[in-house]
């Protein structure tokens, strides 16, 4: 008999999730197995305690506030514990997924978190091409799908850089905001504001429904002090090319869109940010201080 192929491509994972769960009685039981697999539609555990299948589980992750619903599909002995397959149902899987019981994108591609975005766009290539639906030796459309939508959020910096937050990954500077032209007095402030408009231009083209950023995460993509961020935002709402929402969310307005296309030409370093890759590497020959771009001023 040929062995049933899994209907969910499933990622390894390693973190102690809590089950709530009550018996025909209305008793409370629970416990804390140790998630080892993970898809869009459920998790495999391991656990100490046998539960019955057709169970109602509550799932927590520790390290967020939500609790999601599910049911447990299989229990299984395995080598003195019990192997648990819990499913969550359709109304629950995007509420799984906003509370962080999502596979892990890093995983999906098999790179570290701290892969450079060359690195990102050449894994992608190759693992693309292999799991592609058209490919008849190794074509997996559900794998593929997940490869695209992994690659989507990995290859954006802004939305790398939330993704990792969320992770409790340290958020790493974007190399570009290095140069020199953004630490220098006058120039480095022109530069700055020109950088975050760009980065904002980024966002509010790629992720309409949420345009903005944070304070935090500027500061941390750009690696400036805070007190020099909120003299550069300050001076961009004043003209009025940013505003500010609920918080320190920050997003692009017309008028800052006009500005951003008028004033980043095609050679220009910061229109590694608008552009299709969204990054620009320090080892790129522009970075030499012969040919460093002194960006439009804005004013």
């Known amino acids: 008999m040929s062995k049933m192929k899994r209907r969910h491509y499933r990622v390894p994972v390693s973190y102690e999730v809590v089950?709530?769960?009550e018996d025909a009685s209305g008793a409370v039981y629970t416990t804390r197995p140790r998630a080892r697999d993970i898809s869009n539609s459920g998790l495999r555990v391991e656990s100490t305690v046998a539960i019955q299948p057709?169970?109602?589980?509550?799932?927590?992750?520790?390290?967020?506030?939500?609790?999601?619903?599910?049911?447990?599909?299989?229990?299984?002995?395995?080598?003195?514990?019990?192997r648990i397959g819990v499913e969550f149902d359709k109304e629950q899987q995007q509420l799984?997924?906003?509370?962080?019981?999502?596979?892990?994108?890093?995983?999906?591609?098999?790179?570290?978190?701290?892969?450079?975005?060359?690195?990102?766009?050449?894994?992608?290539?190759?693992?693309?091409?292999?799991?592609?639906?058209?490919?008849?030796?190794?074509?997996?459309?559900?794998?593929?799908?997940?490869?695209?939508?992994?690659?989507r959020v990995l290859s954006d910096p802004v939305q790398r850089a939330q993704y990792?937050?969320?992770?409790?990954?340290?958020?790493?500077?974007?190399?570009?905001?290095?140069?020199?032209?953004?630490?220098?007095?006058?120039?480095?402030?022109?530069?700055?504001?020109?950088?975050?408009?760009?980065?904002l231009y980024?966002?509010?083209?790629?992720?309409?429904?949420?345009?903005t950023i944070g304070l935090i995460d500027l500061e941390e993509m750009m690696s400036i002090p805070r007190?020099?961020?909120?003299?550069?935002?300050?001076?961009?709402?004043q003209k009025k090319y940013v505003e500010m929402g609920q918080g320190a969310d920050f997003s692009l307005?017309?008028?800052?869109?006009?500005?951003?296309?008028?004033?980043?030409?095609?050679?220009?370093l910061l229109m590694r940010l608008i552009g299709p890759a969204g990054n620009a590497s320090a080892e790129d020959p522009v970075w030499a201080p012969s040919t460093a771009p002194v960006y439009a001023t804005v004013q």
């Open 19 to 21: 089950f709530y769960w």
């Open 54 to 82: 057709g169970t109602h589980v509550c799932l927590e992750v520790p390290r967020h506030d939500s609790a999601i619903e599910t049911v447990v599909r299989y229990c299984e002995p395995e080598e003195g514990a019990f």
């Open 96 to 151: 799984a997924h906003a509370a962080g019981f999502s596979l892990d994108y890093y995983e999906i591609l098999q790179l570290s978190a701290v892969a450079e975005m060359e690195t990102i766009h050449r894994v992608y290539r190759i693992m693309a091409a292999r799991f592609h639906p058209d490919n008849p030796d190794s074509g997996d459309p559900e794998r593929f799908l997940l490869l695209s939508e992994a690659y």
């Open 164 to 199: 990792d937050r969320q992770r409790g990954e340290p958020t790493r500077a974007l190399p570009l905001f290095q140069a020199r032209a953004f630490v220098d007095e006058k120039e480095g402030e022109h530069n700055r504001r020109l950088g975050v408009l760009c980065l």
């Open 202 to 211: 980024t966002q509010r083209r790629r992720n309409p429904e949420r345009p």
């Open 227 to 237: 007190e020099y961020l909120e003299f550069t935002l300050w001076y961009l709402k």
């Open 253 to 268: 307005t017309a008028e800052g869109v006009d500005f951003v296309e008028e004033h980043t030409g095609a050679k220009d």
